[in-house]
């Protein structure tokens, strides 16, 4: 079956010190992997994504992730982390199901940036 | 703006009973979904839908029902065979056409047992 997992329930960084939110996957093929954000009874919020090229993604806010292919990880990070950082992670790859595409979530990691 | 819109925010069940939740989009997509959120748990997918009038069950569609009439519109039922319906459901959308498109989502209704 094809997953990601995130094996921190929790990571506290301090102001301006740079961050890591970590995820691996499983999945037979070349993964598509995404980055979601979640602040308190809001939706996801999209960060960025890898799909193919460089191993090094860009996206929103600040953030980008590592794709590690040996690893099988995709790491989220930000070279000096904010308190409004503070919010729950989540890491999701795509599944593709007798040619219906879908999302399998990991199962979060809340990041507390301390100020 | 386009985006989901999702209603109520808040919703309370009474036993026996079935409750409707509303998902509607203004980004033209194709596809929409629902999730179930519950701690400690991360999204659950219920179901999804990739064309009007045709929509497919996800992980954990027992006790749920949905319908895809309108491209703009893909409610969730939960009816009252869902005994623990108690959670924070988020609607996504996204576009169709393969390469890993993001899917944008509402900002959820929260389900309570009275």
């Known amino acids: 079956a094809q997953s990601v997992a995130q094996p921190e329930d929790q990571v506290n960084v301090a102001e301006g010190n740079p961050l890591t939110v970590k995820c691996t996957y499983s999945?037979?093929?070349?993964?598509?992997l995404f980055w979601y954000v979640q602040y308190p009874n809001r939706g996801l919020q999209f960060l960025l994504k890898y799909i193919t090229g460089d191993n090094l993604v860009k996206g929103s806010y600040g953030f980008e992730a590592e794709f590690n292919k040996s690893q099988t990880s995709f790491h989220l990070k930000k070279p000096s982390a904010l308190v409004s950082d503070s919010a729950l992670y989540f890491c999701?790859?795509?599944?593709?199901?007798?040619?219906?595409?879908?999302?399998?979530f990991g199962t979060g990691t809340r990041l507390t940036i301390i100020p | 703006d386009g985006g989901i819109t999702q209603s109520p925010k808040y919703l309370f069940r009474k036993e026996g009973q079935n409750v409707t939740l509303s998902c509607e989009q203004n980004l033209n997509h194709d596809a929409m979904y629902w999730y179930r959120q519950d701690p400690g748990q991360g999204l659950r997918l219920i179901y999804y839908s990739q064309i009007v009038n045709d929509f497919q069950k996800g992980d954990i569609a027992e006790g749920y029902s949905v319908s895809r009439e309108k491209k703009e519109s893909f409610p969730l039922t939960v009816t009252s065979a869902q005994k623990n319906p108690t959670a924070f459901y988020l609607c996504?959308?996204?576009?169709?056409?393969?390469?890993?498109?993001?899917?944008?989502f509402g900002d959820g209704t929260r389900l309570s047992i009275l």
């Open positions: 999945v037979s093929g070349n993964p598509y």
């Open positions: 996504a959308s996204s576009d169709r056409g393969g390469g890993g498109q993001p899917q944008h």
């Open positions: 999701a790859v795509r599944v593709l199901f007798f040619g219906n595409e879908k999302l399998t």
